[in-house]
């Protein structure tokens, strides 16, 4: 019986891991954020409202030489082929 435990919570943590590489908000905004502003530091990113064709990933970000806490909104669209990136709403 034990076995039949172990495979299952092996079979939901590959599900859940699937679905965190799957959402734009958790490493997508990551690495477009870095690649944007290279100099700028996330404290944090999340997904906020969305649809399965549209996610809105608020972000949270110091500049360089600045301890304002800056928020923006990174909107993804899904192509079909993966999420891509369309505009950026500045939260205020």
């Not at 477009?32 to 502003?37: I, L, P």
């Not at 290279?38 to 549209?54: F, H, M, N, Q, V």
């Not at 800056?70 to 950026?88: L, Q």
Request: one cysteine or more.
């Amino acid at each position: 019986m034990l076995k039949y435990y172990i495979a299952l919570f092996l079979v939901a943590g590959a599900a859940l891991f699937y679905v965190y590489l799957q959402d734009p908000c958790n490493s997508k905004i990551r690495e477009d954020f870095a690649g944007k502003y290279p100099d700028y530091k996330i404290l944090s990113s999340g997904a906020g409202e969305g649809t399965p064709d549209k996610v809105m990933c608020h972000v949270s970000y110091h500049k360089p030489d600045n301890k304002q806490v800056f928020k923006d909104i990174w909107i993804y669209v899904n192509s079909g082929n993966g999420w891509e990136f369309s505009r950026i709403l500045e939260e205020k």
